[in-house]
C-alpha cells in the first residue's frame, strides 16, 4: 500500500447498488459486551478496520478468546469482569479513542496495573474526561498531568455505583460510565446530553436491567448492576458515517444515482442526512426495520448539485459529530454562507477537525471565518478547481483523508494526497467502493 494517492478524475455518471463496511461503534460494543457475556457469542459482519483488529488484540491480552471466520466473530465470554491476565501488560488501542475509552470501563476491578497506550494522534486526546468519573467509581490512574497516553489503571474491590452527569453530548464518556455500571454493586443512574445510544439499545436487547427515560434535552439512564447475562448473536448493520462520504459524492456529481442497504439509521447517527435534506437534496430511507432494537434501511440518493446555504442546529452536532467534515464540502459547494456553531468537540477528535476542515476549504480557494468553536462557510456553486492540490501533515486523520478524496472527485483538479494508510482504521473498502464508481488513481 502506497503511502501517497494521486487521482485527477474525469466527470463520471454512476447508477449503482452498493454495501458499506459494518459500524464502528456497534462493533466495538458488540465485542466489549462479548467479552462480559457468558459463553460464545457470534457477531456477523463485523467490521474489519485497524481500530477493531486493535480492540481485538487487547481484547485477547485480557484473556478472552476470539476467532475469525471472515466478517464472522465469535467471542468466548467468561461472564462479568471475567477478564484473565498476567501482570504488567499493555493494551495498545491505536487510533481508537472509543475502544481506549470504553476498555477502561470494564477494567475498575482489574487486581493489577494495566497500561494503556494508544497512536500519535490517540496519545493526545483528553482521558480526563473518563478517568474523572471512574475515579468516582472507584477506579485509580496513573496518569501525565495532560491526562493523555500512556496511562495506567487499578481497579479496586470498593466499587460504589455513581449519579454522574455526562454534559458534553459525547456517547464515549456515556458508554465507559455504562459500562462501568455492568461491574457495580447497586444502581448507577447517568443523565446524559444527547448522543448516540448504541451501548443503551445493546444493554436492552441483551436483558441486561436498563431503563432509559428520553427527554427534551437529556437522556436519564439507569442501570441496575452485577447482572449476568448471556452470550449472544448480533449482526452488525452498515456504518452510516462511512455511507456519509458516498452520499455526499453522489448529491454532488452529474446524474448519479446511489442505493446503499442495509444501513444503521439509528436517529442519533443521521443527523447529517437531516442536514442534507434541508440543504435541498432528497435522500430517501426505504426498507425501514428493526434489528437488535435498531433502525435498519437502505438508503437512497441521486444527484442534486444545486445546495442551498445552511444555518445548522447546534442541538444536532452531536448527531453528525463525524460527518462535518463532508458536510463542510457540501457547503462549500451550497449557494450562500452556511453555518455551523457550539462545536468545540470537533477539535478534540481524530485530529482538530474543525481548524483543519477550514485549512483544507481554504486550500481549496473556499473562504472560511472561523473561531474556536464555530465556521461560516462561504459556498461557491460553481467551484472548479484546476490546480495541483496536495494534502500533507494532517494528522493521518482517516476522515480527512476520504473526505480528500471525494474532495478531488466533485471539485476538480489534480490532487496528491498523503497518509493513505489512515483510511483503513475505520473504512477499509472506502478505495474499492471509489475503483467500483469507475475513478481512477495511483496509489505511490
Ligand atoms: C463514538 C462517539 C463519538 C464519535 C466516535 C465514536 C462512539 O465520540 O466521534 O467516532 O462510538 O461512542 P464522542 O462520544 O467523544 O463524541
Given at each position: ?45 463485523i ?20 476467532s ?111 459500562l ?90 443521521i ?33 442534486q ?22 458536510i ?13 456553531s ?35 462557510i ?64 495511483k496509489?505511490?
Amino acid at each position: 500500500m502506497g503511502n501517497k494517492l494521486f487521482i485527477n478524475a474525469k466527470n463520471n455518471s454512476f447508477k449503482k447498488t452498493i454495501s458499506i463496511d459494518g459500524d464502528k461503534s456497534i462493533s466495538i460494543r458488540t465485542l466489549l459486551l462479548g467479552s462480559q457475556a457468558v459463553g460464545k457469542s457470534q457477531i456477523e459482519n463485523i467490521l474489519l478496520s485497524e481500530d477493531i483488529k486493535n480492540s481485538i488484540n487487547c481484547l485477547k491480552k485480557l484473556g478472552i478468546k476470539i476467532s475469525l471466520n471472515k466478517k464472522d466473530c465469535f467471542i468466548y465470554g467468561r461472564g462479568l469482569n471475567g477478564f484473565q491476565y498476567k501482570k504488567n501488560i499493555v493494551l495498545d488501542a491505536g487510533n481508537s479513542g472509543t475502544f481506549a475509552r470504553l476498555i477502561l470501563g470494564l477494567l475498575i476491578k482489574s487486581p493489577y496495573y494495566i497500561k494503556l497506550i494508544g497512536d500519535k494522534s490517540l496519545s493526545k486526546r483528553d482521558f480526563q474526561r473518563v478517568i474523572f468519573p471512574l475515579q468516582k467509581i472507584g477506579a485509580n490512574f496513573k496518569v501525565n498531568n495532560n491526562k493523555t497516553l500512556p496511562l495506567k489503571i487499578i481497579g479496586s474491590n470498593f466499587i460504589n455505583p455513581i449519579i454522574y452527569n455526562e454534559k458534553r453530548g459525547s456517547a464515549q464518556c456515556k458508554s465507559t460510565v455504562m459500562l462501568a455500571a455492568l461491574n457495580s454493586p447497586g444502581q448507577t443512574i447517568i443523565r446524559a446530553k444527547k448522543s448516540r445510544d448504541h451501548t443503551e439499545k445493546i444493554f436492552k436487547y441483551l436483558g441486561i436491567p436498563v431503563i432509559v427515560k428520553k427527554k427534551k434535552n437529556n437522556d436519564e439512564i439507569k442501570i441496575k448492576g452485577e447482572k449476568i447475562f448471556k452470550s449472544f448473536k448480533y449482526r452488525v448493520p452498515s456504518d452510516p458515517s462511512s455511507c456519509a462520504f458516498f452520499i455526499v459524492l453522489t448529491l454532488l456529481s452529474k446524474n448519479c444515482e446511489l442505493k446503499i442497504k442495509n444501513v444503521n439509521v439509528n436517529q442519533t447517527r443521521i443527523g447529517y442526512i437531516n442536514i442534507l435534506n434541508k440543504m435541498g437534496a432528497k435522500i430517501k430511507i426505504k426498507n425501514l426495520k428493526i434489528r437488535y432494537g435498531e433502525r435498519q434501511a437502505d438508503i437512497i440518493v441521486k444527484s442534486q448539485p444545486f445546495l442551498k446555504k445552511i444555518n445548522c442546529p447546534p442541538r444536532l452536532n452531536s448527531s453528525l459529530i463525524d460527518e462535518f467534515l463532508i458536510i463542510f464540502l457540501a457547503a462549500a459547494k451550497a449557494n450562500g454562507v452556511s453555518s455551523f456553531s457550539n462545536l468545540s468537540e470537533l477539535n478534540k477528535k481524530e485530529s482538530p477537525r474543525l481548524k483543519l476542515g477550514s485549512k483544507l476549504l481554504n486550500h481549496l480557494g473556499i473562504k472560511t471565518k472561523l473561531t474556536k468553536d464555530s465556521i461560516k462557510i462561504f459556498g461557491d456553486p460553481n467551484i472548479n478547481i484546476k490546480k495541483n492540490i496536495s494534502i500533507k501533515n494532517y494528522y493521518k486523520d482517516h476522515r480527512i483523508f476520504m473526505t480528500s478524496v471525494i474532495a478531488a472527485i466533485i471539485f476538480g483538479g489534480k490532487w496528491k494526497i498523503y497518509d493513505v494508510d489512515s483510511y483503513r482504521s475505520s473504512f477499509p473498502s472506502f478505495l474499492d467502493i471509489i475503483k467500483k464508481l469507475g475513478f481512477k488513481f495511483k496509489l505511490v
